[in-house]
């Protein structure tokens, strides 16, 4: 083998796999569409915050617009993925797109005329939210059919890509954009940013959910029966429970501001840098990724993986250097990553085509509402306690819940990429 064939195989057991991208052209269409609108959307979501403080001058007012997105997407989010398992995926993310783009031209319309209602920022965070609830379940079950399984490891790990790239590069542009242009500006790049999502929706072919048989079942398809399902799963519903370890035990994210200063004699800026750590950590795991689709167990890895952030946030906890807390951040960021993309995997690989939809929906609620809920659970016990208690004991107790998970339920750890069953 020639030296360049070599490095050539070693770059591709390393970098992330791109596959997927060259194989379909219908996926390198979404996945480039999801990244520009998701650095967008994290433009907007950092300037509708901005605004909001301008107009009232308040830190309540601005986490009321967290709320405004969290509720839709908890309460819809079971809803919408019975919806994209009964009609065409390729119109309801169609719709929903250009509902979502829509909503940013009321934005940058309203800026542009002067009107300053902290109300219409709500309203269209909300209705935000709504589009993103539709959208994300028949996105994302709509990947199964558009690549064979044994590309779907890589192709989650490109999606991780893109979602923790527009958490960072979103809300830096915007900051910039809004600092030398203003908020209409920020609104209007968000606009157009859109319309690579909405080409992306509007080149796939059809995709109805069901064949055969199921196309029968996605006729009838209920919030219900997808719940029914789910309790019948146990390796599936282990995918669920082993994240709501990490993101309610050991989601330090809420402490960040206190820990800031406490530990590390720093201000806003080094909060800055401790939100940042994990999803940095989260974007190099999935640039080099490349090693993802050779591994099989996947429940394995997820358990490992969640071990993982649990042990990384607890060191965290103890460590009062910002520099080995910002390495122990991204650890946990990168360790997250990859279980997302084996519990994406495996939701939907081992999910026949009919339900996938009502499961992306039940993604939705614990992805949204679990770290919400450990943001509650870490600032109670840092404040019955401390900060390094909520933390270190947080992290630790990860580690613990998932290892009581994994031989409660031992046929997790032996799920099998190459013969899935839920």
């Not at 809803?79 to 009321?106: C, E, H, N, P």
């Not at 206190?258 to 909060?271: C, M, P, Q, S, Y």
């Not at 990553?337 to 339900?355: K, W």
Request: with cysteine; proline share 4%.
């Amino acid at each position: 083998m020639t030296e360049t064939a070599e490095q050539g195989v070693s770059r591709t057991r390393i970098l992330a796999d791109l596959t997927p991208l060259r194989a379909s052209p219908d996926y390198r269409r979404l996945w480039f569409g999801n990244t520009v609108t998701w650095i967008g959307q994290g433009m907007t979501a950092l300037a509708v915050s901005l605004q909001v403080y301008d107009i009232t001058g308040s830190a309540f007012s601005v986490g009321l617009t967290g709320f405004c997105s969290l509720v839709p997407l908890v309460l819809l989010g079971l809803y919408s993925g019975a919806v994209a398992d009964r009609v065409d995926r390729r119109k309801l993310g169609l719709f929903s797109a250009a509902g979502s783009f829509l909503l940013s031209v009321v934005l940058a319309a309203a800026t542009f005329a002067g009107v300053e209602s902290v109300a219409l920022l709500y309203a269209v965070v909300a209705l935000q939210a709504v589009c993103f609830a539709l959208n994300s379940p028949a996105r994302s079950s709509m990947i199964a059919r558009l690549l064979p399984a044994e590309q779907l490891p890589a192709a989650n790990a490109l999606n991780a890509m893109t979602s923790t790239t527009g958490g960072l590069a979103g809300p830096m542009l915007g900051g910039l954009i809004v600092g030398w242009w203003g908020y209409e500006a920020a609104y209007t790049v968000d606009a157009v940013t859109f319309t690579a999502s909405l080409y992306a929706m509007w080149r796939l072919p059809s995709i109805l959910p069901g064949r055969g048989e199921g196309e029968k079942a996605a006729r009838r398809a209920s919030v219900r029966d997808g719940l029914r399902f789910l309790g019948s799963r146990p390796t599936l519903r282990m995918t669920f429970f082993s994240d709501l370890c990490a993101m309610v035990l050991a989601h330090p994210r809420a402490l960040f501001p206190v820990v800031a200063v406490v530990w590390f004699g720093g201000d806003a800026r080094t909060t800055g840098l401790l939100v940042a750590a994990p999803a940095l950590g989260a974007l190099l795991g999935s640039v080099f990724s490349g090693w993802l689709g050779r591994v099989h167990r996947h429940g394995l890895a997820v358990l490992v993986a969640v071990a993982c952030w649990g042990g990384a946030v607890a060191v965290f906890g103890l460590t009062r250097q910002l520099w080995l807390g910002l390495v122990m951040l991204a650890l946990a960021g990168c360790a997250d990553s990859v279980s997302m993309v084996f519990r994406n995997t495996m939701l939907q690989a081992a999910v026949p085509d009919e339900m996938r939809g009502r499961l992306q929906g039940v993604f939705i609620v614990v992805v949204a509402g679990g770290p919400r809920l450990g943001d509650l659970v870490a600032g109670s016990v840092a404040d019955l306690t401390s900060p390094a208690v909520a933390v270190t004991g947080g992290g630790l107790a990860c580690v613990l819940a998932v290892c009581l998970l994994a031989v409660w339920r031992r046929g997790f750890a032996r799920y099998d990429a190459r013969d899935p069953q839920p």
